[in-house]
């Protein structure tokens, strides 16, 4: 049977269902409802493994917004509190409070390689460069926490809508073979398989596109704390090379 073929009897199919619905929100619910449960086996599995990748795909989404609501926040006020200090040794007791500003590990990071790097009374060029492979380390650690489960969202937004396309390609197959078996192609026997199967687009579309638009906000979200870490690191850098590094850390502040 042609594509055209296939597409006119959906395109029939899915208005039958309409016609048959009441336009209610209730009774649409409903109707999608009943149709998910009289679904065949593979179709049922396809909408099992959809429900299961969309509920894990808001648990992430929910996490990463309160995440990098609190970097941001704890950022700020790190930052702030920073630039206003006069001893870094003082600045150093309160980062623990920011666990959730990424400049704030990284400052914890450096300022813990200072302390060592003059303990062990190293000269200052080594020194430097102890400091700032500490910086690096510590810089990438917090990109890695961040970025952290969003590759599921981007395999949810990429994977999804063809799960969902298979499971309506396999119960239209299932349908037609339905027509072959029977020799004719009553609507009204065939709408209800179809309309089953077209359930199946649905729900891929409506776990991918979620995954899809929050994916590109957090990515848009890191990349502009990385991009604070990295002015940090510079600025933190400065700071030692023309201070810090000219007088022990224990006489700091």
């Given at each position: 049977?042609?594509?055209?073929?296939?597409?006119a009897v959906?395109?029939?199919?899915?208005?039958?269902?309409?016609?048959?619905?009441?336009?209610t929100?209730?009774?649409v619910?409903?109707?999608?409802?009943?149709?998910?449960?009289?679904?065949?086996?593979?179709v049922?599995?396809?909408?099992a493994?959809?429900?299961?990748?969309?509920?894990?795909?808001?648990?992430?989404?929910?996490?990463?917004?309160?995440?990098?609501?609190?970097?941001?926040?704890?950022?700020?006020h790190?930052?702030?509190?920073?630039?206003?200090?006069r001893?870094l040794?003082?600045?150093f007791?309160e980062?623990?409070?920011?666990?959730?500003?990424?400049?704030?590990?990284?400052?914890?990071?450096?300022?813990?390689?200072?302390?060592?790097?003059?303990?062990?009374?190293?000269?200052?060029?080594?020194?430097?460069?102890?400091?700032?492979?500490?910086?690096?380390?510590?810089?990438?650690?917090?990109s890695?926490?961040?970025?952290r489960?969003?590759?599921?969202?981007?395999?949810c937004?990429?994977?999804?809508?063809?799960?969902?396309?298979?499971?309506?390609?396999?119960?239209?197959?299932?349908?037609f073979?339905?027509i072959?078996?029977?020799?004719?192609?009553?609507?009204a026997?065939?709408?209800?398989g179809?309309?089953?199967?077209?359930?199946?687009?649905?729900?891929?579309?409506?776990?991918?596109?979620?995954?899809v638009?929050?994916?590109n906000?957090?990515?848009?979200?890191?990349?502009?704390?990385?991009?604070?870490?990295?002015?940090?690191?510079?600025?933190?850098?400065?700071?030692?090379?023309?201070?810090?590094?000219?007088?022990?850390?224990?006489?700091?502040?």
């Amino acid at each position: 049977m042609s594509l055209a073929c296939i597409l006119a009897v959906a395109g029939q199919a899915a208005s039958v269902a309409v016609s048959e619905t009441n336009l209610t929100g209730a009774g649409v619910e409903s109707e999608i409802i009943s149709m998910v449960l009289k679904a065949g086996p593979m179709v049922k599995m396809i909408m099992a493994i959809l429900l299961l990748a969309s509920v894990v795909s808001w648990a992430i989404t929910l996490h990463k917004l309160v995440q990098l609501a609190r970097a941001n926040r704890q950022s700020d006020h790190f930052l702030n509190s920073f630039w206003k200090s006069r001893s870094l040794a003082n600045l150093f007791g309160e980062a623990s409070d920011y666990a959730a500003a990424p400049v704030a590990q990284i400052f914890r990071v450096g300022y813990q390689e200072l302390s060592r790097s003059h303990k062990a009374r190293l000269e200052t060029r080594v020194a430097m460069e102890n400091v700032q492979r500490a910086l690096r380390r510590a810089g990438s650690a917090e990109s890695v926490r961040l970025y952290r489960n969003l590759p599921f969202l981007a395999s949810c937004g990429n994977a999804t809508p063809f799960i969902g396309l298979f499971g309506t390609v396999w119960g239209i197959m299932g349908s037609f073979h339905e027509i072959g078996l029977k020799g004719t192609a009553n609507l009204a026997n065939v709408a209800p398989g179809i309309s089953e199967a077209l359930v199946a687009t649905a729900a891929g579309l409506a776990t991918a596109i979620p995954a899809v638009i929050f994916f590109n906000y957090f990515n848009s979200k890191i990349r502009i704390l990385e991009s604070e870490m990295s002015n940090f690191m510079a600025d933190f850098l400065n700071i030692l090379e023309r201070d810090l590094l000219k007088k022990p850390a224990s006489q700091e502040g």
